[in-house]
């Protein structure tokens, strides 16, 4: 893996599977945005890269459970740099993080659709100008094999909350998101790819959730690396992976209707059809 010259962003890099891609990204040169809400933790990654001599690291801390935190990470990063070669949106809470009651973002909507899709469909769209201009570039979207289809007249999950299906109805979305984006961006030279990186990685939301980690982050980290540089998927677009196999998401994601009134959902709540 050669990154020198190259520009990526991960969210969610100061934990978890996001931080050892942000590392493994910087060590074969790269520039690494590297972004969460904790600076201690984003100080040790940056500090930890500066030491191996390789790539280079810069922190931008925005709070995803706010559409204002996402703007204003784009924002940033759009006025200090002139390329972007890769976006991982990987930032993410897990099914049990925070406790079994339903929660609300800082905008009202239900947390895990709020903070695991939404935030990232709003910072793919503004980000694209910068992507674009970088092209080829590439966005992976990190999602997971646990999906729940939407219910469209109750998205927002007000009536039979519970965490796993708003944590898996939040990851369909990123893969509806990324089949949608990659029709609409046909012919750009910018792709789009979503995963699941791997089953209960040893990281804190497994952790947190009193699950039993049976895999590792190298084990995940390496099929985000996959689709954020590999050779082999250079010009695919659309396609959803477990791991380093390219699979089959839930049905939704196939349904062009469904996919169409996600799109459109999420232009309004974001602001971006205005
Ligand atoms: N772990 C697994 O087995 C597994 C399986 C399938 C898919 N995934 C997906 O992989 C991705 C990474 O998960 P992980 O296991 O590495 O999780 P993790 O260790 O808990 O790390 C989560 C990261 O997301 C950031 N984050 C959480 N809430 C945020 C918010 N409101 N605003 C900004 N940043 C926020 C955290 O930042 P702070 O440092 O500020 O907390 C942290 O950097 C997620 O999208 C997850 O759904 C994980």
Redesign the pocket.
Known sequence: MKMDGKTVLI????????RYVAARLASAGAKVLIH???KE?AKALADEIRRKGRGEAVFYP????SLTGARQLAEAVTAKHERLDVFIS?????SRTLGPERRTSADGHELRFA??YLAGFLLAYLLLPLLKASAPSRIVN?A?LGQHPIDFDDVMITKGYSGSRAYAQS?LSQIMFTIDLANELRGSGVTVNSL??????N????REGGITPI?TVEQ?GEAILHLAVGDDVAGNSGLFFNGMQQAHANAQAYDEAARKRLRALSLELTGLSA
Do not use: C, E, F, Q
């Open positions: 969210t969610g890099s100061t934990d978890g599977v996001g969460g809400r904790d933790r925005a709070d995803l459970s990987n930032a993410g809470i897990g903070v695991n990190v997971s990851k699941h990186p791997a089953t209960y990685m990281t804190t939301m497994v895999s995940g």
